[in-house]
Structure formats: C-alpha cells, structure tokens
C-alpha cells in the first residue's frame, strides 16, 4: 500500500456556557465537566494511533480537548490561529429561536446573504484558512498522523471543502458533533478518503443543548 499520513480533526468538548451564548472567540469559555470526559474520550479513540503532533486553536476549549490527546502520546501542544473558530458579529448574544439577538431588527441587515454568510467570516476564507493548516499538519508528519483541535464550522467547511460539496448548508445537519473526529487521510497524490467518529456520542443528548461552536 502507498504510505499514507492521517490528519484527525477533533472538535472540541462541550463548554460551560450557562448564559448559552454565542461565545465564538471570546476569551475566558472553559470545558463543562462533561466536555473534560468527552476531551478523555477523544484521547482514547486515538491512543493507539501513530500520533506525532498535537495542534490546537488557540482558544481554552481547544488546548484544553488536546491535553489529554497530547499526554497520552508524550507530546506538546502547537496552537495553531488558522483553526480557530470562525468570526461572527452576533459574538456574546444569545441566539436561541425566539429569545436571543435575532428577534430584534436591527439584527437582520446581517442576514441578507446566508450563502456567503453575511454575518460572518466567508465560508471560503474558512476554507482556505483551513486546509492550510491541515496541509502543512500533514507536511509536518509524513507516514504518521496528526491532530488539530478546531470548532465545528471550521471542521464542518473543511470537509466539505475537501468532498466538493457547497458551503451552504443548514447548521442542524452538521456531522460534526461535540468531541467527534473527522479524519482526512492522505496518500503521496493527494486526499483519499475522509472518516468520521464520535468517541462521545452517548453523551450528546445533554451537550446538544448547549448553543456553542
């Protein structure tokens, strides 16, 4: 078989977030103590891999979902700003159906454009941003495996980026749940097949609930 090099993509646990909130890139947003067992589940789900380097956005919920990942394989954590989360100017505001900022109309001169998105940072910069960094992840590690901890639009994009399927989508259909990892694998011509699994999938009923990213 042609050598390949694996580049695991985890979302981060769930957060504490009792205000739920849109708390994009604010600073300050830690793991729930639910979102530390579904870091641990990850570590797991990739303990026996060929793990040589551990990448992180540089916000908490990140670095701390890729200490167990690091620990388990001896290695440091690198942040990486191109896997952060996505910018969004309804940042800080609850969201939710009915009770948050999208109620108010003054909120909607920022939605004329859901392709783009017109409320935030364009699908197609995500895009960008991201497979450069899980290209030079993959330059880094050649014949191994890296992982990049990220958020769940820059995960979701990246993969359909990497399948040719558009951007636009509706957000309740991602396959990118809390603590899942999407696993883009590569041989020496390019991409050949990406792969999902959710190490913490019997504790989602809980963490769905909790508006986040």
């Known amino acids: 078989m042609a050598e390949q090099t694996i580049v695991h993509v985890v979302r981060h646990g769930e957060v504490h977030n009792p205000e739920k909130v849109l708390y994009g890139r604010l600073p300050g947003y830690y793991l729930s103590d639910l979102g530390q067992q579904m870091a641990e589940r990850a570590a797991t789900a990739l303990a026996s891999n060929d793990i ?15 200490a167990p990942i690091a620990l ?14 996505s910018e969004n100017v309804f940042e800080g ?4 159906v009915g ?3 999208l109620k108010s109309p003054a909120a909607w001169r920022h939605l004329y454009n859901p ?17 450069e960094a899980i290209m030079d992840a993959r330059a880094s590690v050649p014949g191994r495996e890296a992982v990049i901890v990220s958020h769940q639009l820059p995960i979701w994009i990246s ?3 990497a399948e040719g399927r558009p951007f636009f989508h509706d957000p309740r259909r ?5 603590g899942s990892i999407t696993s883009f694998i590569f ?13 913490s999938a019997d504790l989602l009923p809980t963490a769905s609930k909790v508006a986040g990213a």
């Open 72 to 85: 388990a394989h001896n290695l440091t954590i690198d942040t990486e700003p191109r896997a952060i989360e």
């Open 115 to 131: 392709f783009k998105p017109s409320w935030g940072e364009p699908y197609s910069v995500v895009a960008a941003r991201m497979r």
């Open 93 to 96: 505001s609850r969201v939710g």
């Open 159 to 161: 993969r359909l980026s």
């Open 187 to 199: 041989d020496a011509n390019g991409l050949v097949g990406v792969e999902y699994q959710e190490p």
């Open 99 to 101: 009770d948050g900022v």
């Open 52 to 66: 040589a380097r551990v990448i992180a956005s540089p916000l908490e919920r990140a670095q701390q979902t890729a």
């Open 174 to 178: 991602r396959e990118c749940s809390l």
